[in-house]
C-alpha cells in the first residue's frame, strides 16, 4: 500500500489502550496527594483545588495519550 492508498482509505478510529487509564489516573491521584502535602494538610480549599487539578491533569493525560 502507498503513501496515496492511504489517503483514500476509510477512516479509522484509534483505540486507547487501558494503559492510558491506569496512567491518567495515577496522575490524578498523585496530582491530588502532592496537592494535600504542599497544603500541610487536608484543609477544605487544598482537597477543592487538589480535587480539580487532579481531575484535570487525569482527563489531559487519557485523551492525550492516544
Same mark, same amino acid.
Request: hydrophobic residues 60%; positive net charge; aromatic residues 6%.
Given at each position: 500500500? $502507498? ?8 477512516? $479509522? %478510529?484509534?483505540?486507547?489502550? %487501558?494503559?492510558? #487509564?491506569? &496512567?491518567?489516573?495515577?496522575? &490524578?491521584?498523585?496530582?491530588?496527594? /502532592?496537592? /494535600?502535602? @504542599? !497544603? ?7 482537597? $477543592?483545588?487538589? #480535587? !480539580? #487539578? &487532579?481531575? !484535570?491533569?487525569? #482527563?489531559?493525560? %487519557? @485523551? !492525550?495519550?492516544?
Amino acid at each position: 500500500m $502507498t503513501s496515496f492508498d492511504k489517503l483514500n482509505a476509510p477512516p $479509522t %478510529r484509534l483505540k486507547r489502550s %487501558r494503559a492510558s #487509564l491506569f &496512567g491518567g489516573i495515577a496522575c &490524578g491521584v498523585a496530582v491530588f496527594v /502532592l496537592c /494535600l502535602l @504542599l !497544603a500541610g494538610g487536608p484543609v477544605p480549599l487544598a482537597v $477543592t483545588i487538589g #480535587l !480539580a #487539578l &487532579g481531575v !484535570a491533569i487525569a #482527563l489531559w493525560v %487519557r @485523551l !492525550a495519550d492516544l
